[in-house]
């Protein structure tokens, strides 16, 4: 494995940090060398410092996207933690759709659903699922269930809808798991009609947002973790922005936004947190 | 011991008895099933981890069957076929349905030996992240209480500081009233939700 050096661990951390907003930490060195050393040989590159010039030098971007696919993590689950999926099928949907029913039975009931770092598509999928089954008759309702993240890679196998055993293992009751998806040899394939139901996205938490408008509900779990303090008040504060007034945002079971972002308030149900803005 | 059952279905009488002599010698546990409906009987009554099985057996049941009936009750059981060379398309047709692998006759046992070492192997990883995951979920489940208690606590200090600031500030009642009205807040304290 290609070593790296204490000045390229400060040149290319500060890198990362700039295309991805990722902060690694550079005391941890091998963690840099196993996810990046493959991409440096494949490249023909015989430093960090090579990889780093020629990534920030080329005009495709292809490199700077495989660091990316490469840093961020992608372990998430189908009902990762279940309660905030209680949370959303108990409480969060069953009160928005109540406040957002038109008095009008001609006109449809609008949702807006992100999932603001949405890694291989589990969580999206999840809520997919969860809606499906709460709302046999989807033809009266708008429901726009977005999934974004900065991986390409992630991005791409989210849309696919396709799964490994590994990542189908935990999680997942096996009555849904026949319901919902499709098996091909050691593979599960989300089903079309739960596919056609998201949509999946590339994006730079670390950007302006754009053009997303604002959503009813907003899933945040366990990506501010690899941010700093500010880019973490920057990013809430966005989040904030983009949620309607009397929207959920939900965070990671062991995130806090003390201190993080005063705009909004904590309020329990059960055994979840949720947050709504002041 | 190896720690890994492996159910032989073969209704060839002596290629069963000759896998399972080598097998044991190995240190696998081995299971005999004469055919396909025999498999199916034993299949749902006892852990295994392996099926290794012929392709073609008599009956309706045939090594595809015995694959699918496996993998019904879990997805966790690997399936290894045996077959004769002129059916490697159906065996490759098997591996898209979930089989582990397949082995051409006449059985080369070194072939075999390393194909289950390899399939015990993913077996211990796999057990060693379901361990590792498990842990990593009393933590955070253990961290996320605490983490919700603190969260919610501080945003209810937040919020009597700001009263007692609105009180401190409220030029229409008497300074005395003010500080009786901050110490009551205050005495409310031991009522926060913990």
Not at chain 1, 7 to 18: G, R, S, T
């Amino acid at each position: 494995m290609l070593k790296i050096s204490p000045d390229e661990l400060k040149l290319v951390a500060q890198y990362i940090h700039d295309i991805s907003g990722i902060y690694l930490d550079q005391s941890k060195s091998y963690l840099f060398e196993t996810r990046l050393g493959a991409i440096a040989t494949e490249h023909g590159c015989s430093s960090y410092k090579e990889l780093y010039q020629k990534a920030r030098s080329e005009a495709s971007k292809i490199i700077e996207r495989k660091i990316i696919d490469a840093i961020s993590t992608n372990e998430t689950l189908f009902f990762r933690d279940k309660a905030p999926f209680e949370l959303l099928q108990h409480k969060l949907l069953p009160e928005l759709i109540d406040a957002r029913t038109p008095n009008s039975p001609a006109l449809k009931t609008n949702l807006k659903i992100w999932s603001a770092a949405s890694s291989t598509g589990q969580e999206l999928y999840s809520i997919a699922i969860i809606i499906k089954e709460m709302l046999p008759d989807m033809s009266k309702y708008a429901i726009k269930l977005l999934g974004t993240d900065i991986s390409d890679g992630a991005v791409a196998q989210a849309s696919r809808g396709k799964y490994n055993k590994f990542e189908m293992e935990r999680g997942l009751p096996g009555d849904k798991l026949q319901r919902y998806f499709t098996m091909f040899g050691d593979s599960w394939t989300i089903k079309d009609d739960i596919r056609a139901m998201v949509q999946f996205r590339k994006l730079n938490l670390m950007l302006p947002f754009g053009g997303l408008g604002k959503f009813d509900i907003i899933f945040c779990r366990n990506v501010a973790i690899y941010f700093t303090l500010p880019d973490r008040q920057k990013l809430f504060n966005k989040i904030a922005d983009s949620l309607a007034d009397d929207g959920y945002l939900i965070i990671g079971s062991t995130e806090s936004l003390t201190g993080i972002c005063p705009r909004f308030i904590p309020k329990r149900h059960l055994r979840s947190i949720f947050y709504q803005k002041k | 011991m190896r720690n890994m059952t492996i159910l032989v279905v073969d209704d060839d009488p002596v290629i069963r008895r000759m896998l399972e002599k080598r097998l044991e010698k190995e240190g696998y546990e081995v299971l005999l099933a004469e055919d396909g409906y025999q498999a199916r009987k034993i299949l749902p009554q006892q852990h295994i981890d392996v099926v290794l099985t012929d392709l073609m057996m008599p009956g309706s049941i045939g090594g595809i069957e015995v694959l699918d009936i496996a993998k019904k009750i879990s997805h966790d059981i690997e399936v290894i076929l045996i077959t004769a060379h002129s059916s490697v398309d159906t065996a490759v047709e098997a591996m898209k349905k979930g089989a582990a692998d397949y082995l051409e006759k006449p059985i080369n046992f070194d072939e075999l030996f390393l194909r289950l070492e390899k399939i015990a192997n993913v077996q211990s990883i796999m057990r060693n992240a379901q361990d590792l995951s498990q842990a990593m979920d009393t933590t955070e489940s253990a961290a996320a209480v605490t983490i919700q208690n603190l969260e919610i606590r501080s945003a209810e200090l937040q919020e009597r500081m700001d009263s007692i600031e609105a009180i401190l500030r409220d030029d229409l009642i008497t300074p005395y009233d003010r500080i009786d009205k901050v110490f009551d807040l205050l005495a409310a304290r031991d009522n926060l939700i913990t």
